[in-house]
């Protein structure tokens, strides 16, 4: 099945910098990546998504990478701020035997950033 | 536009016993799965349902089961439980999903603790 690992696993900066997490996944016919934001006591919220037949998309400050060759994609946030102080999770959708995913989704095992003021 | 509402938020269970939690999809949304999240193991999948009908499931055991409504609406039940199934149960909920994979918002969440 489907194995999403996630790098780092911590993630310290200071306010104003970048920060960039990066996933690798292994079934080549997963075409769907989301990335999620977990705040203590609240459920993963959506933040960014990439499609499989896009290499980049940016919303704001926030913005994914996909490199299907090298089955890798990241997260790109710019101008860190505290607020982004969260345990964030990238996914990957892989399709079952059928060739669809059904609501799958194999996740990363997260990265706690922590934002300094 | 209302979110993701899971039932309750909080349980705390006996080894043996069984529970039951609820989850009430976003209004339109036909798709509902669900996943466990521990420390240990972070984020797993359980099952997706879509009309009322059961499309696909992870590695649990049989004692994890669930079921969807006709109005979208679903639960999970955990029978027999164990010290292990403590964990945060999400329901997540989609518009269609399928082979066109729509994105999941979730919801808060139901800590169990099974004493």
């Known amino acids: 099945g489907e194995n999403v690992e996630q790098h780092p696993s911590t993630l310290s900066v200071q306010e104003g910098d970048s920060a960039v997490i990066k996933c690798t996944y292994s079934d080549s016919a997963s075409n769907y990546f989301p990335w999620y934001k977990q705040e203590l006591g609240k459920g993963p919220q959506l933040i960014i998504d990439?499609?499989?037949?896009?290499g980049e998309k940016k919303d704001q400050r926030i913005a994914v990478t996909l490199n299907k060759t090298a089955k890798h994609f990241s997260l790109h946030i710019t101008e860190t701020q505290p607020e982004d102080s969260a345990v964030y999770f990238c996914?990957?959708?892989?399709?079952?035997?059928?060739?669809?995913?059904?609501?799958?989704?194999?996740f990363g095992q997260g990265t706690i950033l922590t934002v300094h003021p | 536009k209302a979110g993701v509402t899971q039932t309750p938020r909080y349980l705390i269970k006996t080894r043996g016993q069984q529970v039951t939690l609820s989850c009430s999809p976003i209004?339109?949304?036909?798709?509902v799965s669900w996943y466990q999240q521990t420390p240990g193991q972070g984020l797993q999948f359980l099952f997706e349902?879509?009309?009322?009908?059961?499309?696909n499931k992870g590695n649990f055991p049989g004692r994890f089961s669930g079921r969807q409504f006709s109005n979208s609406r679903s639960e999970m039940n955990v029978s027999t439980l164990e010290l292990g199934d403590s964990a945060l149960y999400l329901c997540?909920?989609?518009?269609?999903?399928?082979?066109?994979?729509?994105?999941?918002?979730f919801g808060q969440g139901t800590r169990l603790t099974v004493v």
């Open positions: 990439i499609r499989s037949n896009v």
């Open positions: 997540a909920s989609s518009l269609v999903g399928g082979r066109l994979v729509t994105e999941a918002f």
């Open positions: 996914a990957a959708s892989p399709p079952n035997a059928g060739g669809t995913s059904y609501g799958k989704l194999t």
């Open positions: 209004s339109g949304h036909r798709s």
């Open positions: 349902y879509f009309s009322e009908t059961q499309r």
